[in-house]
């Protein structure tokens, strides 16, 4: 059975940081297109960054310099992070990790119905 876990979200103030955790069963992540999404309420899931089947990182412009992420170096291979620095009050909302994306114009893309979808770990950011 294919599921993700996230974990590490919390509240910092700002220019903080947080590393958020993904960890997958069922399935080697290096595998699939994984990619890092959130949302604030009121407002559409966007694309935060993924990296594709080939292992190439993409980034959405506003995180970039600010956002790292990886993948585990263990031999599982099981789990992806996402490290975010340097965080603003914009950064506040709900992440998740998707597997099964596509990039579409170095933009990963998944509609909510499709592929698969952790729960989600908040991330608040107070100025």
């Known amino acids: 059975e294919v599921e993700l876990m996230e974990s590490g979200g919390g509240s910092v103030q700002t220019g903080g940081s947080l590393r958020l955790s993904c960890v997958a069963s069922?399935?080697?992540?290096?595998?699939?297109?994984m990619g890092w999404f959130r949302q604030s309420p009121g407002q559409e899931r966007e694309a935060v960054g993924g990296?594709?089947?080939?292992?190439?990182?993409?980034?959405a412009d506003f995180v970039k310099g600010r956002f790292t992420i990886s993948i585990s170096k263990d031999n599982t291979k099981s789990t992806l992070y996402l490290e975010m620095n340097s965080l603003k009050p914009e950064d506040t909302g709900m992440y998740y990790c998707?597997?099964?994306?596509?990039?579409?114009?170095?933009?990963?893309?998944?509609?909510?119905?499709?592929?698969?979808w952790g729960q989600g770990t908040q991330v608040t950011v107070s100025s």
């Open positions: 069922g399935f080697t992540v290096v595998n699939y297109c």
């Open positions: 998707a597997a099964e994306c596509s990039v579409w114009s170095g933009v990963p893309t998944l509609p909510p119905d499709s592929g698969y």
């Open positions: 990296v594709d089947v080939d292992g190439k990182i993409y980034y």
